[in-house]
């Protein structure tokens, strides 16, 4: 009997310890996207100066895995071309609200110290708020600006919000790839015809008809941390 109630208060006591540590609370965490490229521009080719930009993007919380886009595969009909080949998340939301009604999901389109929505050149930044409980998974999606197609995203499960049951915090850029969308043919970065801001409209360039894989420019890809960095905070 002895042995029982001892039992019984040490389940008691670890139960006690978890909640207080927060074990069993959601927790409100903090995302902050800054800019960090060169202010002197990047130069293409033809010695054309043009400027590193991220778009307004897209971000979801889940406790199940939902996938926005799978690498090898045709883009699914969910509003991620729009995002990739605009930078237009209105698109995911769209999709979001349709089949996953209830997930925490948002955009992310207002500078900081801005007063209107745009995407984020050198120097500038996003910040988003949300909170999570142990178990759930961090997607977030933005464009690689004066690209046809390219879109920054980690890989397709997301990202563990909680390692051991604790909240992660501090430089997560590294958790970030640059993938094509095999939407739109390919052109060169910053002087591309059909990229934005040379654009005449919207999804005008040609068709790619190809499959999600990640960018093969080693300019680029693996090269996070010279373009832009997340930083995420938990309270």
Known sequence: MKKLLFAIACAAL????????????????TVK?????SKDFQTASDGTKWPFALSPGF????????????????????????????????GMVDFLMGHHGNMQHGVFNMPLGAETPGPIGPGG????????????????????GQSNDWFYAPEPSGIKLFENGKP?????????????AGTEKDEEPGIGPNQ?????????GDAENGKVHKVKDTKYQGKNSQFFRVTISAQ
């Open 168 to 180: 992660i915090s501090g430089d997560i850029t590294s958790k970030f790839v640059l993938w094509d």
């Open 59 to 90: 971000w979801a919380v889940h406790m199940h895995e939902v996938r926005f886009f799978n690498e090898g595969k045709v883009m699914a009909p969910n509003g991620l071309e729009m995002q990739a080949e605009d930078g237009n998340p209105s």
């Open 196 to 204: 934005a801001p040379r654009q005449k409209a919207p999804n005008s």
């Open 33 to 37: 996207i800054e800019n960090v490229s």
């Open 125 to 144: 930044g996003y910040q988003i708020e949300f909170t999570a409980k142990p178990g759930m998974k961090l997607s977030l999606i933005t464009m690689f």
């Open 14 to 29: 670890m139960t006690i310890n978890a909640f207080a540590d927060g074990k069993d609370k959601e927790v409100k965490f």
